[in-house]
């Protein structure tokens, strides 16, 4: 078992909709990271968090570090919000990212 | 303003040719790491760097090398390439630990 989960591994929407990506893991962390990747192209930190609730724009992250489990929400999507968006967490054993294998958004206009 | 580049973005080579990859980072982050990506898994950390002279093997290390002569720089080598490292291949950099990691744009690998 992946000490990262990711889900839903590919998620469809239509354009305006509230949308969630859920990421759940197995092992101590000091941060978790979400990152966005679009195709072909490179790999965007959004957010690094360790407690609450972060906000960037149209995205919001959140973390319960008792139930070891993060959400990106993002509100009112748009089509260039399509990419690949991966979990990482920086594990207190040691002080390499540890990644999800990420969920592929699609939004359709 | 601070960058990290990759270079080339995109290489085809025959197996069993040493192939080397640049990367390159103008943060002055101590920390630096090499990842590959496939599908069916996530980034797999390939080496790491905490620093000058420092590198480590990371969990998919067999068949790669790593150098680090100034902070900048952190070359990746493949000393004889094999088709399952066709790949894409990231660099990241970081200032420490739980710091924002920053990616270069990725170099897409194939042994033919």
């Known amino acids: 078992k992946n000490e990262v989960e990711q889900s839903p591994q590919n998620l469809t929407a239509q354009e305006g909709e509230f949308i969630t990506i859920n990421c759940s893991y197995s092992?101590?962390?000091?941060?978790l990271h979400w990152l966005q990747q679009h195709p072909g192209g490179g790999i965007v930190s959004l957010f690094m968090l360790s407690s609450g609730k972060k906000k960037h724009g149209r995205l919001i992250a959140t973390i319960n570090i008792q139930e070891k489990h993060s959400s990106l929400h993002i509100t009112a999507s748009h089509p260039r919000d399509s990419a690949v968006y991966i979990c990482a967490v920086d594990k207190t054993s040691g002080s390499r990212l540890t990644f999800g294998e990420g969920t592929q958004l699609t939004v359709n206009p | 303003d601070a960058e990290i580049t990759q270079s080339p973005r995109h290489k085809i080579t025959e197996t069993g040719r040493q192939v080397t990859l640049a990367c390159h980072q103008t943060w002055n982050h101590n920390n630096m790491f090499w990842y590959r990506q496939d599908l069916g898994h996530g980034l797999r950390l390939i080496h790491y760097s905490y620093g000058v002279h420092d590198t480590n093997k990371g969990e998919v290390s067999d068949g790669y090398s790593v150098s680090r002569s100034n902070t900048e720089d952190l070359p990746l080598t493949l000393e004889s390439a094999a088709s399952s490292q066709t790949s894409v291949y990231f660099c990241?950099?970081?200032?420490?630990?739980?710091?924002?990691?920053?990616f270069g744009q990725g170099t897409r690998l194939t042994v033919v």
């Open positions: 990241a950099s970081s200032a420490t630990t739980n710091t924002e990691a920053f």
């Open positions: 092992v101590g962390i000091s941060a």
